[in-house]
Antibody, heavy 122, light 108 residues
Framework: EVQLVESGGGLVQPGGSLRLSCAASGFTFSSYVMNWVRQAPGKGLEWISYIDLTSSTIYFADSVKGRFTISRDNAKNSLYLQMNSLRDEDTAVYYC???????????????WGRGTLVTVSS | ENVLTQSPGTLSLSPGERATLSCRASQSVSSTYLAWYQHKPGQAPRLLIYGISSRATGIPDRFSGSGSGTDFTLTISRLEPEDFAVYYCQQYGSPPLTFGGGTKVEIK
């Protein structure tokens, strides 16, 4: 089955860190550029990060730049999001999302996971 | 940043009825770079439409997209029980890519 499964969410204090993982299966993960998108409670979707096939091109939304790191391990079919200096406003469900494009991004997403909840609170 | 405003916030309709969802951009969307997604609670969002009007793989033809410039529409010709969900538009013509706030289609 073609799917993405996120894990690693939980409760963390402000200023803390958390590492999210996204396990891909059913398709050739190494052939697709990938993204993270989040949704805060009661809010819409927010794109936060992009990584290309070889991890050589990476982008972040201004809201997380300098605090979050994205990486991937093509041998393990996995995408990661390292989140540092977490703030209350980072509370959200975090989704990994496959870009429709392969070697180059199309910037719309044809496969999503169910998400993992991150709660930042003291 | 190109802000997308979706209306109405909630649409209350019965199965079999036609649903018309609006997405308005604060700036003209470059080329045809607009997509629509369906999202049900606890599930993964699903791509419905890309390039304003192209249906994604496996999407039934009761879903259609239209529009240009700053005004876009998702139409569901006849609502099926599985269509009750939240719908989001997304522009990808100019960075950062942005999503609308969503329209909830609920059973009347």
């Amino acid at each position: 089955e073609v799917q993405l499964v996120e894990s690693g969410g939980g409760l963390v204090q402000p200023g803390g860190s958390l590492r999210l993982s996204c396990a891909a299966s059913g398709f050739t993960f190494s052939s697709y550029v990938m993204n993270w998108v989040r949704q805060a409670p009661g809010k819409g979707l927010e794109w936060i990060s992009y990584i290309d096939l070889t991890s050589s091109t990476i982008y972040f939304a201004d809201s997380v730049k300098g605090r979050f790191t994205i990486s991937r391990d093509n041998a393990k079919n996995s995408l990661y999001l390292q989140m540092n200096s977490l703030r209350d406003e980072d509370t959200a469900v975090y989704y990994c999302a496959r870009d429709h494009g392969k070697t180059t991004p199309y910037w719309y997403f044809d496969l999503w996971g169910r998400g993992t909840l991150v709660t930042v609170s003291s | 940043e190109n802000v997308l405003t979706q209306s109405p916030g909630t649409l209350s309709l019965s199965p079999g009825e036609r649903a018309t969802l609006s997405c308005r951009a604060s700036q003209s969307v470059s080329s045809t770079y607009l997509a629509w997604y369906q999202h049900k609670p606890g599930q993964a969002p699903r791509l419905l439409i890309y390039g304003i009007s192209s249906r994604a793989t496996g999407i039934p033809d009761r879903f259609s997209g239209s529009g240009s410039g700053t005004d876009f529409t998702l139409t569901i010709s006849r609502l099926e029980p599985e269509d009750f969900a939240v719908y989001y538009c997304q522009q990808y013509g100019s960075p950062p890519l942005t999503f609308g706030g969503g329209t909830k289609v609920e059973i009347k």
